[in-house]
């Protein structure tokens, strides 16, 4: 298609949503959470722009970085240290629910390198197909292709596509994955997942910049740090090799050093994340 469909989902491109699932997720969750939800959809939070041109807010920047303007597409990609690591915490979490519902590892694999790099602030690759050892994954490598054309925020809107469905699908056939999913709760589970994944980014917006008289940004960075820490010492393989070092800081240190030494520890394990992604 000549159209650019990353930013809304072009008319030709509606009829490949999964939206009976989509429509499911939203019609079992209540109250908030529902509310919630609807918003990451129709991409209508209140972000500081959109406050701003309604009168609403002294400035349309980012509460985290305050030098860029805060619309949706900042809010998944600040630069700011504290929203990327709380970024890159929210990863370790979704890597692990999707592993728990049986995702593919084909799928699983990509899916987490092109958050990395939506997150990250880089462009979203493409799978090179030509490095396909067989038919099958080559077919599978342009379905997850389609759903990547579609865009990272559409993906993160709920937007899943039955082409990049059918990959799962062909994986729960194939590989007698626990014979009670069927496709369509791994459709439901998988929406749900990337609806918590968006909803948690804003909800940590949404505090930090409530929190911001109580809260001092460098404690928020120190128990960033902390709960990284944690995460990451659950599952240090996470992290390359020459990396691994970073862990043999304790949580003492993190919670004592000065400030700075807390800044650049998160800088390079973030780093490390976006590298093992």
């Not at 918590?196 to 928020?220: D, F, G, M, P, Y």
């Not at 691994?244 to 394990?269: A, D, E, G, P």
Request: glycine share 2%.
């Amino acid at each position: 298609s000549s159209h650019n469909c990353k930013d809304s989902v072009c008319t030709e491109q509606m009829s490949d949503i999964e939206w009976t699932d989509l429509k499911s997720v939203l019609g079992k969750v209540k109250g908030m959470r529902r509310m919630q939800y609807i918003k990451i959809v129709h991409k209508y939070w209140a972000t500081n722009k959109r406050q701003h041109q309604w009168n609403q807010s002294d400035s349309p920047h980012c509460p985290f970085c305050k030098e860029e303007t805060e619309d949706r597409p900042h809010i998944f990609q600040c630069k700011n240290i504290v929203a990327k690591s709380f970024r890159t915490q929210q990863l370790v979490e979704l890597r692990k629910k999707l592993k728990k519902i049986e995702t593919s590892p084909l799928l699983l694999n990509h899916v987490m390198r092109c958050l990395h790099q939506y997150h990250g602030g880089y462009p979203v690759s493409i799978i090179n197909v030509n490095k396909a050892e067989h038919d099958d994954q080559r077919k599978h490598m342009e379905l997850i292709n389609h759903q990547i054309s579609f865009g990272i925020d559409n993906l993160l809107s709920g937007a899943l596509t039955q082409q990049f469905s059918a990959v799962q699908k062909h994986h729960i056939d194939n590989f007698n994955v626990g014979k009670q999913t069927s496709i369509r709760a791994w459709n439901r589970h998988f929406i749900t997942a990337m609806l918590e994944h968006a909803n948690e980014i804003w909800k940590h917006r949404s505090e930090v910049l409530h929190q911001e008289e109580k809260l001092t940004r460098e404690s928020t960075m120190r128990e960033q740090a902390v709960n990284l820490h944690l995460e990451i010492r659950k599952d240090p393989f996470q992290l390359p090799f020459d990396f691994r070092n970073l862990l043999n800081r304790t949580r003492h240190y993190l919670r004592t050093t000065h400030i700075q030494n807390v800044r650049s520890w998160l800088t390079r394990i973030t780093q490390a994340m976006e590298l093992a992604a």
